[in-house]
């Protein structure tokens, strides 16, 4: 069974930093793209950033220069680094696989295959306060 759990998440105000963890299990993590999406009130859901299995990273223009993605193959844990938040980066943030399989169903992706993450996590709650 594919799981995805996210952890980290909390309440800052802007200027600080958070550091997201999301880890995996039940398919070949080292294969694997991962992303991270984020969903704020009334607006849909967004691709912040994606991780390639070779390392490429890239970002969502409003975070370049701010958040930092990584992944550590021992753990199968894949980490988003925020720094400098604002308060229009509280949102919840899922974390994403690439896969084939059967789909996760999240309040961000609502069961579609939002190419080429089927898998979900079921995101963790950051709010940025002014």
């Known amino acids: 069974e594919v799981q995805l759990a996210e952890s980290g998440g909390a309440s800052v105000q802007a200027g600080g930093s958070l550091n997201l963890a999301c880890t995996a299990s039940?398919?070949?993590?080292?294969?694997?793209?991962m992303g991270w999406y984020r969903q704020a009130p009334g607006r849909e859901c967004e691709l912040v950033s994606s991780?390639?299995?070779?390392?490429?990273?890239s970002y969502t223009e409003s975070v370049k220069g701010r958040f930092i993605v990584t992944r550590d193959s021992a753990q199968t844990t894949v980490y988003l680094q925020m720094n400098s938040l604002k308060v229009e980066d509280t949102a919840v943030y899922f974390c994403?696989?690439?896969?084939?399989?059967?789909?996760?169903?999240?309040?961000?992706?609502?069961?579609?295959?939002?190419?080429?993450?089927?898998?979900w996590g079921q995101g963790t709650q950051v709010t940025v306060s002014s």
């Open positions: 039940g398919f070949t993590f080292v294969t694997a793209d």
């Open positions: 994403a696989a690439q896969g084939t399989g059967h789909v996760s169903e999240t309040s961000c992706n609502g069961g579609l295959h939002l190419a080429p993450f089927a898998y």
């Open positions: 991780l390639d299995r070779g390392g490429g990273a």
